[in-house]
């Protein structure tokens, strides 16, 4: 069980269009997921808390005019990266939380911006 | 807000030994205390976790222990082999259920 889904896997864009990351549970439901972004060699830093029917709560630093998410359903969750740069060429990874405080990752999403 | 150390960041050992991982944490309210398991590419993996009620658990060849008097929380692994190679992360719950997570820590099992 606790399966989390991630689409796309890999995407690369032009600069200035906007890309969608969808994160979904397959076989439970998640009030809360998170999306965290990873550099290389790096550990996972949050980036907001995606809660089902209200807003995402950003982390300090991070632009939500920039990051969209939308946590329409108890399945899943949305990032947009609006006017991609190439500085936001990275992995994105969400996670989804049980209920009780454990989070399964999703496989993730590298992003390539040229 | 909370504040997580993870030692060491790069860990060698042979096929067989044990390894030890060790975190640090600031907020003494933190209750929930993962660690990961993360390939090169690929997504991390929950492979042992601790709550604050507790002082150890162990899951076949790797425990966890916590002092929450000090502050501190440990990955034990024994018996190593090839496939525990990977990075490994420790994470500490810092309210709203979110996860602060370690630098990580590089482990590499030597045949």
């Known amino acids: 069980g606790a399966v989390v889904s991630q689409h796309p896997s890999r995407v690369i864009c032009k600069s200035g269009t906007s890309v969608k990351i969808e994160c979904r549970s397959l076989d439970f439901q998640a009030t809360t997921m998170f999306w965290y972004r990873q550099f290389p060699k790096k550990s996972l830093m949050l980036m907001a808390t995606s809660n089902e029917g209200s807003k995402a709560t950003y982390e300090q630093g991070v632009e939500k005019d920039k990051f969209l998410i939308n946590h329409a359903s108890l399945t899943l969750s949305t990032l947009t990266v609006t006017s991609a740069h190439p500085e936001d060429s990275s992995f994105y990874i969400c996670?989804?939380?049980?209920?009780?405080?454990?989070?399964?990752f999703g496989p993730g999403t590298r992003l390539t911006v040229l | 807000g909370e504040n997580v150390e993870q030692h060491p960041s790069t860990l060698s050992v042979q096929e067989g030994d044990s390894a030890v991982i060790k975190c640090t944490y600031s907020?003494?309210?933190?209750?929930?205390f993962p660690w990961y398991k993360q390939e090169l590419g690929k997504r991390p993996q929950l492979i042992i976790d601790i709550r604050s009620n507790v002082g150890e658990k162990k899951d076949q060849r790797i425990a966890v222990t916590l002092n929450k008097t000090a502050k501190h929380f440990s990955l034990h692994i024994t018996e190593t082999q090839p496939e525990d190679s990977a990075v490994y992360f420790c994470a500490v719950s810092g309210g709203y259920n979110k996860l602060i997570f370690g630098a990580g820590t590089r482990l590499a099992v030597h045949p």
């Open positions: 996670s989804a939380e049980t209920g009780s405080n454990e989070q399964f």
């Open positions: 907020d003494s309210a933190s209750n929930y």
